[in-house]
C-alpha cells in the first residue's frame, strides 16, 4: 500500500513495522517517526486505525485467559537462555521433551489366533 506521495518515510516501512508502533517496542525517535507518517499519509492512518482496532478487539475477547504457569515457566526459563547467549537450537515444539520413543506393537501375523483383517462389504446391487 502506498499513497504515490513522497514521505520522508516509505510507506512500507511504516506497514513492515506497524506492529511494533502498536506494541510500543520501537525506540521514541521511531514512534516520532510514524506519527508523523500518519499526520501526511492517510491510507497509512487508515491501516493504522484498523490494526489498531484489531488489537482492541482480540485483547477483549482474548485478553482474560490465564496463562498455565508451567508454560509460563519455560518461557521465562528460554527467554533466561536466549538473554545470557547460551541459546541453542530451539527444541522441536511439536515434539513432547519428556516423550519416550514409540513401542512397537506386537504383531499379530505372528499369533496362531490372529483375526483376519476386515474389510468393507461388496456393494449391493439393486
Known amino acids: 500500500m502506498s499513497c504515490g506521495e513522497p514521505h520522508e518515510t516509505d510507506c512500507s516501512e511504516i506497514l513492515d513495522h506497524l506492529y511494533e508502533f502498536l506494541d510500543r517496542e520501537m525506540p521514541d525517535s521511531d514512534c516520532a517517526k510514524f506519527e508523523h507518517h500518519f499526520e501526511e499519509c492517510s491510507p497509512c492512518l487508515e491501516k493504522y486505525g484498523l490494526e489498531q482496532a484489531v488489537k482492541k478487539l482480540v ?19 528460554r527467554i533466561d537462555v536466549i538473554r545470557s547467549g547460551q541459546a541453542g537450537p530451539a527444541p522441536d515444539a511439536a515434539a513432547p521433551e519428556t516423550a519416550a520413543p514409540p513401542q512397537a506393537a506386537p504383531s499379530q501375523a505372528a499369533s496362531p489366533q490372529a483375526a483376519p483383517p476386515r474389510t468393507a462389504p461388496a456393494p449391493q446391487e439393486s
Not at 485483547?59 to 526459563?77: F, N, S
Request: proline share 5%.
Open 59 to 77: 485483547k477483549r475477547c482474548c485478553g482474560q485467559d490465564d496463562v498455565p504457569g508451567d508454560l509460563r515457566a519455560k518461557v521465562m526459563g
